[in-house]
């Protein structure tokens, strides 16, 4: 068996994963960054960037490259309720240097993440490679036995990071504790071709009753569409054809209903997210700890998904590299420095994602007209959408 050795081993070639293994590489420390797909061609997958996020990427000197290669620039967002306006958010008038969220297509980012660490001697991303095991020593990670086609490796790290995402098999071989909470619903994706008449800049939120949908202009000149169903109600959806997907669509957006029935003929064309969060109480163990969907599962509601993965990579590799420096106990306090720093903006983040999907389920008449009151006075006072939306797109400038 082939045997490498590195000062750290990333699980996962995602956004959290290759920013860290970049950050890492540029401080000096060996990295390898294993990626189970040959490909960065991930479907239905993240590219909201928030203006925070946005703002990382311009620390990390890329953001000219992001833009160059292809980004979609939000500057309104606006949430409807039966064709009628409640809320209506315009980034420009927020007072912050990067004010406005980018859509950008996973492959572009983590493409240009790639191209910036490839520049670096110490970095070494492993295509189709997939880790099936711990290596451990005296009860501590020392790395992970890896398998690709050229047969099975031994990567030997002084620090593995499981960086894998939300179903992340790093979170199961770890064996530390977790809780992972299913929420009423789950998302079905698709994607259609920017309607002529809807504006390229403006992310649209429809409800109806206890429905909703997100409507989010997408590089180069598509829109990409998530509707809610009840948890796990895929199969009664499917049993209905795909007429009953149309209809439900028309419910929240029926402008769009000829250009729906033209580009979603099957239900190859649709992906299901299934929702939930997860809490994992101690992100690491000596010689391993997690970062990103593998530590913090959240919601897709406001995008915030790659925006923490890109936080957690940033605010990790300063700390990590000077532990490196040092030795195995200060890599396991720089572990958990990380999660003390972390986890205040993490709990902030899942809390007002699960009010806004409790809120999202309301169906009663009461409730919805509490919900539609909530919003139209929101939207009345730019004082308190500038505190609360601050509070959500804004953490990192704010401070």
């Not at 996962?12 to 290759?18: E, V």
């Not at 990427?57 to 890329?62: D, M, N, T």
């Not at 029926?254 to 099957?266: G, K, Q, T």
């Amino acid at each position: 068996m082939d045997k490498l050795s590195v000062d750290v081993c990333v699980i996962g070639g995602g956004p959290a994963g290759m920013t860290l293994g970049l950050e890492v590489a540029r401080r000096g420390c060996d990295v390898a960054v294993l990626e189970q797909t040959g490909h960065f061609n991930r479907s239905f997958r993240g590219e909201t960037i928030s203006p925070d996020a946005v703002s990382l990427l311009a620390r990390l000197g890329i953001l000219e490259s992001v833009t160059d290669a292809g980004a979609l620039v939000n500057r309104k967002m606006k949430l409807t309720e039966n064709g009628r306006t409640l809320l209506e958010v315009d980034f420009d008038d927020f007072p912050h240097r990067h004010r406005h969220p980018l859509d950008v297509p996973q492959p572009t980012l983590l493409a240009i993440l790639a191209q910036e660490a490839g520049r670096h001697t110490g970095f070494a991303l492993l295509r189709n490679t997939s880790a099936v095991g711990l290596l451990e020593t005296d009860g501590a990670v020392a790395g992970v036995r890896s398998r690709s086609p050229a047969g099975e490796q031994e990567i030997r790290a002084r620090l593995t990071v499981g960086a894998d995402g939300r179903y992340s098999k790093m979170l199961e071989m770890s064996c530390l504790p977790y809780r992972r909470t299913p929420l009423e619903r789950d998302v079905v994706w698709l994607k259609l071709p920017a309607p002529p008449d809807w504006t390229s800049d403006t992310y649209h939120i429809r409800i109806a009753g206890g429905r909703h949908g997100l409507f989010i202009p997408t590089y180069p000149d598509l829109m990409r569409v998530g509707f809610n169903i009840p948890k796990g109600g895929l199969q009664n959806l499917r049993r209905a054809g795909l007429t009953g997907l149309h209809t439900r669509l028309d419910e929240l957006a029926p402008e769009l209903a000829d250009l729906v029935r033209d580009s979603i003929r099957n239900w190859s064309d649709t992906s299901v997210l299934d929702i939930f969060t997860s809490v994992v109480p101690r992100w690491s163990r000596p010689g391993l700890l997690l970062i990103g969907d593998a530590a913090h599962t959240l919601s897709p509601i406001l995008g915030q998904g790659v925006s923490h993965a890109l936080f957690d990579a940033m605010t990790l590799a300063p700390l990590l590299s000077e532990a490196l420096a040092k030795g195995p106990d200060e890599v396991t306090m720089a572990a958990r420095e990380f999660q003390r720093i972390r986890e205040p903006s993490l709990r902030r983040s899942r809390s007002l994602q699960l009010r806004q999907e409790r809120m999202f389920t309301f169906s009663d008449p009461v409730r919805v007209a509490l919900r539609s009151t909530f919003y139209r006075s929101l939207n009345r006072s730019p004082w308190l959408k500038k505190r609360l939306l601050g509070s959500v797109f804004f953490q990192l400038q704010n401070r």
